[in-house]
């Protein structure tokens, strides 16, 4: 099991940036792929981006390639989300999850394919 804690979320204004970031523990930490996902009101859980745990294979949702930028720590087991030009669009809950793998250049992007998840935190963006 890896244990996950973000932190970083906030309110800002339209067109502002913020980093999250999500602190994996567990000895199999640094051998999981990472992913953020979103969840805005009513709406469900959506895929964000996605990072391999050897930290060179990204993946991204259409809407946030080129604003987001997923990367992970010198030790693998901190993983960011650099967020810029921020839209209201992008509120929502954040959520890291981690799935462990033996390929260092794997990465999913399903939340059905993740079983450790992180309780989330809250990224407000105003106009």
């Not at 997923?70 to 901190?78: D, E, L, P, Q, Y």
């Amino acid at each position: 099991q890896v244990q996950l804690v973000e932190s970083g979320g906030g309110s800002v204004q339209a067109g502002d940036s913020l980093r999250l970031s999500c602190a994996a523990s567990g000895h199999t930490a640094s051998s999981a792929a990472m992913a953020w996902f979103r969840q805005a009101p009513g709406k469900d859980r959506r895929f964000v981006a996605s990072i391999s745990w050897g930290g060179d294979d990204t993946h991204y949702e259409d809407s946030v390639k080129g604003r987001f930028t997923i990367s992970r720590g010198n030790a693998k087991n901190t993983v960011y989300l650099l967020m810029n030009s921020l839209e209201p669009d992008d509120t929502a809950v954040y959520y890291c999850a981690a799935r462990l793998t033996v390929n260092s250049r794997y990465f999913y992007w399903h939340s059905y394919e993740h079983n450790n998840w992180g309780q989330g935190t809250q990224v407000t963006v105003s106009s």
